[in-house]
């Protein structure tokens, strides 16, 4: 009897565990260890934060895509990897031991190691996480009323990247929801991002880039733009512009301070010894690590190196599936007659589109640029694609997003 340990529900792990309970026969055993018992679409945690989505939106349990008969679910925190020994940590149960380990455990929040960021920004990296600034975001209002104090209208985005961006779009939505909470009018709910770079949303062309800028501008959102954080204290943040040898610092006084400017892979892969790098491993063509052939790298914890280029693929949830459904098919293959498959992993992007908000969006998919509601409703649909290929028919018409013009 063969052991696959898959650690983490994800995009990337559960599409394994979706794959592969179809291929594997009565001698293989599959495992999946999550710490939730639910899976959560980690690209609408945007949404959670501002209060514009449920939890239960974006979210299902394991136990829809699980079949008892092939897997068994362990709801637990993975602590530590073995390697030299094949074995699996885990807080409150007993050692795993595998034949063949895939890891998907996804991002952390990144601090850059900025004083401060861990103990006063919030992170938005997880469910939970997401739901905590929901969360902070209706106590600052409700202080407000008590106190009347501004600073507690104030929000500060740390990094104006995709998530930051997406974020703006979302909080935007959520500003008249907000305002009346605290008994104040939208305009006073302040949305401001401090970015270190001056070259925005760099994924896109310069034309679209400039769109989504001026769209963000266009809700009354103050940008800052080649600002680095230089710390972050409890309602304060402070910030440099200019050259590093006489550069201007000045602070922006906020109750809601939350983290986007990066993520990296789960420290449990620099932990267990793997050759990485924030998190991340260059797995081979198969995604497996060059020094353990058994075990996968999948997802956010994989740094996978285009044929022809010199920096990996973004992490994104598209790719996370493409790996999912390759190394269930790789896994199959060795199970079945000990050889990887023929073929290396490939990925062709379907293309990249961010939303601001329900109803705008801009990006770029297949081969062609979009914007405004057309935008919006190709993202939608691009979800909904994605639940299909992890939750399958049955998430779709539970969870499916099909307001796509409202
Ligand atoms: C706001 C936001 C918007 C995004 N928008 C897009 C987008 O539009 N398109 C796109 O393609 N990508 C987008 N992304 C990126 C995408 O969400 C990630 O690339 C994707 O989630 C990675 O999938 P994964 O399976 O590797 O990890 P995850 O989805 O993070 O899943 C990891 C799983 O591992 C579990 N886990 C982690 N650590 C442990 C542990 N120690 N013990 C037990 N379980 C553990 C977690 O509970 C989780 O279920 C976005 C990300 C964010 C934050």
């Given at each position: 009897?063969?052991?696959?340990?898959?650690?983490?529900?994800?995009?990337?792990?559960?599409?394994?565990?979706?794959?592969?309970?179809?291929?594997?026969?009565?001698?293989?055993?599959?495992?999946?260890?999550?710490?939730?018992?639910?899976?959560?679409?980690?690209?609408?945690?945007?949404?959670?934060?501002?209060?514009?989505?449920?939890?239960?939106?974006?979210?299902?349990?394991?136990?829809?895509?699980?079949?008892?008969?092939?897997?068994?679910?362990?709801?637990?925190?993975?602590?530590?990897?073995?390697?030299?020994?094949?074995?699996?940590?885990?807080?409150?149960?007993?050692?795993?031991?595998?034949?063949?380990?895939?890891?998907?455990?996804?991002?952390?929040?990144?601090?850059?190691?900025?004083?401060?960021?861990?103990?006063?920004?919030?992170?938005?990296?997880?469910?939970?996480?997401?739901?905590?600034?929901?969360q902070h975001l209706?106590?600052?209002?409700?202080?407000?009323?008590?106190?009347?104090?501004?600073?507690?209208?104030?929000?500060?985005?740390?990094?104006?990247?995709?998530?930051?961006?997406?974020?703006?779009?979302?909080?935007?939505?959520?500003?008249?929801?907000?305002?009346?909470?605290?008994?104040?009018?939208?305009?006073?709910?302040?949305?401001?991002?401090?970015?270190?770079?001056?070259?925005?949303?760099?994924?896109?062309?310069?034309?679209?880039?400039?769109?989504?800028?001026?769209?963000?501008?266009?809700?009354?959102?103050?940008?800052?733009?080649?600002?680095?954080?230089?710390?972050?204290?409890?309602?304060?943040?402070?910030?440099?512009?200019?050259?590093?040898?006489?550069?201007?610092?000045?602070?922006?006084?906020?109750?809601?301070?939350?983290?986007?400017?990066?993520?990296?892979?789960?420290?449990?892969?620099?932990?267990?010894?793997?050759?990485?790098?924030?998190?991340?491993?260059?797995?081979s063509e198969h995604?497996?690590?060059?020094?353990?052939?058994?075990?996968?790298?999948?997802?956010?914890?994989?740094?996978?190196?285009?044929?022809d280029g010199n920096?990996?693929?973004?992490?994104?949830?598209?790719?996370?599936?493409?790996?999912?459904?390759?190394?269930?098919?790789?896994?199959?293959?060795?199970?079945?007659?000990?050889?990887?498959?023929?073929?290396?992993?490939?990925?062709?992007?379907?293309?990249?589109?961010?939303?601001?908000?329900?109803?705008?969006?801009?990006?770029?998919?297949?081969?062609?640029?979009?914007?405004?509601?057309?935008?919006?409703?190709?993202?939608?649909?691009?979800?909904?694609?994605?639940?299909?290929?992890?939750?399958?028919?049955?998430?779709?018409?539970?969870?499916?997003?099909?307001?796509?013009?409202?």
């Amino acid at each position: 009897m063969k052991h696959v340990v898959i650690l983490g529900a994800g995009y990337a792990g559960l599409k394994v565990v979706h794959e592969l309970q179809k291929r594997v026969k009565g001698d293989v055993k599959l495992t999946l260890v999550d710490r939730n018992n639910y899976h959560y679409e980690a690209t609408d945690l945007h949404e959670v934060a501002a209060g514009t989505k449920k939890p239960s939106d974006i979210s299902y349990p394991i136990a829809d895509v699980v079949k008892p008969s092939v897997t068994t679910f362990i709801q637990d925190e993975v602590t530590a990897l073995d390697l030299a020994n094949q074995t699996v940590k885990l807080a409150d149960h007993k050692d795993l031991t595998y034949d063949y380990l895939v890891c998907a455990l996804g991002f952390v929040s990144e601090s850059f190691g900025i004083p401060g960021v861990d103990e006063h920004a919030l992170p938005m990296a997880t469910l939970k996480e997401a739901e905590a600034i929901h969360q902070h975001l209706l106590a600052m209002m409700d202080k407000y009323q008590e106190v009347q104090d501004p600073s507690y209208l104030n929000i500060v985005i740390g990094g104006a990247g995709f998530t930051g961006i997406e974020l703006v779009g979302a909080l935007n939505d959520a500003r008249k929801t907000l305002a009346d909470r605290a008994g104040v009018q939208p305009s006073d709910i302040k949305i401001n991002v401090i970015e270190a770079s001056t070259h925005l949303l760099p994924m896109f062309s310069e034309k679209l880039a400039t769109y989504g800028i001026n769209l963000v501008k266009s809700f009354g959102v103050n940008l800052v733009t080649g600002a680095r954080i230089t710390k972050v204290d409890d309602g304060q943040v402070e910030f440099q512009q200019g050259d590093p040898e006489d550069a201007v610092t000045s602070t922006m006084e906020a109750k809601t301070i939350i983290w986007t400017t990066g993520v990296s892979g789960s420290p449990i892969i620099d932990e267990a010894g793997f050759s990485a790098r924030r998190g991340r491993v260059i797995p081979s063509e198969h995604l497996t690590d060059n020094d353990h052939d058994n075990v996968y790298l999948i997802g956010d914890v994989a740094a996978v190196m285009p044929p022809d280029g010199n920096r990996p693929y973004p992490t994104t949830a598209q790719i996370a599936l493409g790996m999912g459904k390759y190394v269930a098919n790789d896994l199959a293959s060795r199970l079945t007659n000990g050889q990887h498959l023929t073929t290396p992993f490939t990925y062709k992007s379907l293309g990249t589109v961010a939303s601001v908000g329900n109803t705008h969006a801009f990006g770029e998919a297949m081969g062609h640029e979009v914007r405004g509601y057309m935008a919006s409703a190709t993202k939608k649909m691009i979800a909904n694609e994605s639940l299909f290929r992890v939750g399958g028919f049955r998430e779709v018409m539970k969870k499916g997003r099909f307001d796509l013009y409202h």
